[in-house]
T-cell receptor, first 113, second 116 residues
Framework: AQSVAQPEDQVNVAEGNPLTVKCTYS??????LFWYVQYPNRGLQFLLK??????LVKGSYGFEAEFNKSQTSFHLKKPSALVSDSALYFC???????????FGQGTELSVKP | GAVVSQHPSWVICKSGTSVKIECRSL??????MFWYRQFPKQSLMLMAT?????????EQGVEKDKFLINHASLTLSTLTVTSAHPEDSSFYIC????????????FGPGTRLTVL
């Protein structure tokens, strides 16, 4: 069965420090990988995706993610966190046959001044 | 990027009434639309997938007679919660896929439904 795991319910980071939000997946073949961010009472905003090519993907708002096929991971990173980055982050995967988007359980990021 | 809108953004209704939520793709044609339900600080639960002009495909455990989905055109899908009850209170999010990049899904801002 296809699944996505975000092992941390919450990540706390001080402003200016680097942040990492972890994601691992279990999907057959080479899936498409996504990160979304959700602010309170809002829909999901697209951050970045991995389709093919360079394992390091750069996205919106200074975020990037690294695809690691051997570890089946797609961790989200940012070199210097901002208080405004505080939100709920979702990792998602989809198989290449055009199937459903499967979401992780979400990680709440809290960035303190 | 592509924009998906939802209307209304929030709705309060009495138990037993029906509520319709609209989802529109504003600047692209959505070949596929998705409806999700989300409880506070939890992940999105896919309710159903719909393709324009055909019946929606519901996920296991989702009552198709309670959550009516219509995808009448390439830019509009509606979710009607029939005979709503307090346990139907939730955040409903639609999503659309289509346009030039069919790999990406675009999400609406969500609709907060409260059933009294």
């Amino acid at each position: 069965a296809q699944s996505v795991a975000q092992p941390e319910d919450q990540v706390n980071v001080a402003e200016g420090n680097p942040l990492t939000v972890k994601c691992t997946y279990s999907v057959s073949g080479n899936p498409y990988l996504f990160w979304y961010v959700q602010y309170p009472n809002r829909g999901l905003q697209f951050l970045l995706k991995y389709i093919t090519g360079d394992n390091l993907v750069k996205g919106s708002y200074g975020f990037e993610a690294e695809f690691n096929k051997s570890q089946t991971s797609f961790h989200l990173k940012k070199p210097s966190a901002l208080v405004s980055d505080s939100a709920l982050y979702f990792c998602a995967v989809r198989d290449r046959r055009g199937g459903k988007l499967i979401f992780g359980q979400g990680t709440e990021l809290s960035v303190k001044p | 990027g592509a924009v998906v809108s939802q209307h209304p953004s929030w709705v309060i209704c009495k138990s037993g009434t029906s509520v319709k939520i609209e989802c529109r793709s504003l600047d692209f044609q959505a070949t596929t639309m998705f409806w999700y339900r989300q409880f506070p600080k939890q992940s999105l639960m896919l309710m159903a997938t719909s393709n324009e002009g055909s019946k929606a495909t519901y996920e296991q455990g989702v009552e198709k007679d309670k959550f009516l989905i219509n995808h009448a055109s390439l830019t509009l899908s509606t979710l009607t919660v029939t005979s709503a009850h307090p346990e139907d209170s939730s955040f409903y999010i639609c999503s659309a896929r289509g346009g030039i990049d069919d790999n990406e899904q675009f999400f609406g801002p969500g609709t907060r439904l409260t059933v009294l």
